[in-house]
């Protein structure tokens, strides 16, 4: 019986089953997948630092696809061309534009800016790249000026630091504090001790503070209960009229026309009551210095 397969087919097949399984395989470790469909685009650039081959393209942070070659454009010194593979549904408008740039790590990527036109660009056309300084640029130029303004400062501060460490006051006012420290502890510590003999003596007080409290409230209550049941309408009555009796008293001294008025007014009653008044005194004074003038007295 002839044979269908010659040792050496055998080996050819195998050698050529080896070689695109290597293919493949170093391709899928480079993060490219060679079995998935991708629309290509390209990207002219002067600096690709940071950038290689299956570095993620990504919109607004999602990645839509990879770097698929790098290639340096020998003919045009200064320029090189980076082809991108994107997702075949993905459909960039002309006035899109990508931006290169990188991670804290330094690992690079390419960033596209999605435009508003309504016009798309063809499969396989360039898109413009614009410089945008990324992330370590940003700090080499921003942060780095500053950290070298700060570092003379941080030297001066060290060297007051360790001056101040060496000073020996600094170890007296240490050991000053532990003293402190120490007071402070053994003043706690009285406390304590005071807190736990006085307070159930504060306590027992204010317990019966409060007994006299509520026996004074009650007092109270009782009395403002007796008040209620005082005739205060007719008490209020009672001296409202007495109010006005004075008042119409006093407005009887007051009237010159009245017989009250006349006897606090009248300045001729005053005077003949003043005369009266000396004439009983003289009177009076005679009758002590000649009793018998005014006594007749008969013997039967």
Do not use: H, W
């Amino acid at each position: 019986m002839k044979k269908l397969l010659s040792k050496e087919l055998i080996i050819g097949i195998s050698v050529i089953c080896a070689i695109v399984v290597l293919v493949f395989g170093i391709e899928y470790l480079k993060g490219v997948n060679m079995l998935s469909p991708a629309n290509f685009y390209y990207v002219n650039c002067n600096n690709v630092s940071g950038l290689v081959v299956s570095s993620p393209v990504s919109i607004d942070g999602f990645k839509v696809g990879q770097v698929r070659e790098i290639t340096y454009d020998y003919d045009n010194p200064g320029n090189i061309k980076v082809m991108l593979a994107v997702n075949k549904k993905l459909r960039i408008p002309d006035d899109s534009y990508a931006v290169l740039s990188s991670s804290l790590m330094g690992e690079g990527f390419v960033d596209i800016k999605v435009g508003k036109s309504k016009n798309m660009l063809a499969v396989g056309s360039d898109i413009n790249i614009r410089n945008v300084p990324g992330l370590m640029d940003a700090l080499a130029q921003d942060v780095m000026p500053a950290v070298n303004t700060i570092l003379p400062r941080i030297d001066s501060l060290l060297m007051n630091l360790n001056t101040l460490v060496a000073d020996p006051a600094l170890s007296q006012s240490i050991a000053r504090l532990d003293g402190i420290s120490s007071n402070i502890l053994a003043a706690s510590q009285g406390l304590n001790t005071t807190m736990k003999r006085d307070v159930p003596g504060l306590v027992g007080s204010a317990r019966s503070s409060m007994v006299k409290i509520d026996t004074i409230t009650a007092n109270l209550a009782q009395l403002s209960a007796q008040l209620k049941q005082l005739p205060l309408t007719s008490t209020m009555e009672n001296v409202n009229e007495i109010t006005d009796n004075l008042m119409k008293f006093s407005n009887q001294l007051n009237d010159k026309n009245s017989t009250l008025g006349l006897l606090t007014q009248d300045p001729e009653l005053y005077n003949r009551l003043n005369r009266v008044s000396a004439d009983i005194d003289s009177l009076i004074v005679d009758i002590k210095a000649n009793p018998k003038r005014y006594i007749s007295i008969k013997l039967f």
